[in-house]
């Protein structure tokens, strides 16, 4: 399937799926909060800094809530294909004065000025492989010097007794959220039909080649991980 084609599936998948996302969601992602936590702990800012911050797929606008109480000053500009999410996040975020949205790919976006910071969380694992370097080259140049990359994502071990280890312990959690083995079965699925995960390691690998420093893992948990760079 190629990438376009791809792209509108996801894109029609979220626009049905946002009514269910969150309460959704929290079910599907161990430790959601506290990787996003542990991603906004990781910021390296003043809490009353005016930061102009992106955020790539926003969603429902979830990690956009937590930054903005953290920061209050930070001005966030969301980015998500899905009309319906942006929508419900807009709702979420009350029309916060400080919260623009753009409505479409975050391969397209069209970067003005430069940034504190880059956010995206469970997003990237929608970008192929092939067009990660691009996509890394174009937001770093809109980083300030000093800005940071930071991210919360799904990844595949390259050892597969790890991997196997990381899809047990994925559906261990959602069964233990109370989601029937059908769902989890769906679920699965469907992360393995769309989802394009890699190689944790690769994907820090394209940090360094992008010319990210101080490139490090902030908390992992099986398959999930946050991390970061700077600029
Ligand atoms: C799994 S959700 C995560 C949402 C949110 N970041 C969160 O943590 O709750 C993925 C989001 O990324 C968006 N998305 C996926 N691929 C995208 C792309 N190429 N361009 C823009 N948005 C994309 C989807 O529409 C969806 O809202």
Known sequence: MDSRRRFKEIKEHFEKETAVFDKLFFKVMPRYEEMMQALINA????????????????????????????????????????????????????????????LGDIRDFNYKGKYDAVVASMVLHHVEGKDKPEFYRKFYKSLSRGGVFLCLDIFLSPNKHLQDLYMDKWRAFMKSSGLPTKKIND???????EDRPVVFEDELAIMRKTGFKYVDVILKHYNFAVYSGVK
């Not at 990690?63 to 929508?87: F, P, V």
């Not at 679920?187 to 039909?193: F, L, V």
Request: net charge positive; charged share 25%; glycine share 4%.
């Open 187 to 193: 679920m699965i699925t469907r992360h393995q039909k």
């Open 43 to 102: 910021m390296p800012f003043n809490k009353k800094d005016s930061l102009r911050i992106i955020e790539l797929g926003c969603g429902t606008g979830n990690l956009t809530r937590e930054i903005i109480s953290s920061y209050t000053n930070a001005r966030i500009t969301c980015i998500d294909m899905a009309d319906n999410m942006l929508k419900m996040a807009k709702a979420k975020l009350k029309n916060n004065r400080n919260v623009a949205f753009w």
